[in-house]
Nanobody, 119 residues
Framework: VQLQASGGGLVQPGGSLRLSCAASGSIVRINAMYWYRQAPGEQRELVATITSGGSTNYAESVKGRFTISRDDAKNAVYLQMNSLKPEDTAVYYC??????????????WGQGTLVTVSS
């Protein structure tokens, strides 16, 4: 199973970006999907979660600005980021809890996509 993240880039404060992450490989089912981020010199932190049933949860720092969604037909998860702030600058990673044939659920990471918020 591989996760491919995309959509990062340079944006001005107050701007928007949409991150995408698609899973591929031997997938029976995907349970929860996540977005994490890691700023320079900081630990990786959980930004947003979406369950298989569509329930969502967000870090306090992004509530009301970020929206996580998923498309199960495409095995994909998205992160719509609005009203971006310089402190949102980080490498963003997707993560998914995946069931593959003949095994049990495992967590997989995407490769990360850099978001830079600067004027």
């Amino acid at each position: 199973v591989q996760l491919q993240a995309s959509g990062g880039g340079l944006v001005q404060p107050g701007g928007s970006l949409r991150l995408s992450c698609a899973a591929s490989g031997s997938i029976v089912r995907i349970n929860a999907m996540y977005w994490y981020r890691q700023a320079p010199g900081e630990q990786r932190e959980l930004v947003a979660t979406i369950t298989s049933g569509g329930s969502t949860n967000y870090a306090e720092s992004v509530k009301g600005r970020f929206t996580i969604s998923r498309d199960d037909a495409k095995n994909a998860v998205y992160l719509q980021m609005n009203s971006l702030k310089p402190e949102d600058t980080a490498v963003y990673y997707c993560n998914a809890n995946v069931l593959s044939p003949g095994t049990w659920y495992h967590y997989y990471w995407g490769q990360g996509t850099l978001v830079t918020v600067s004027s």
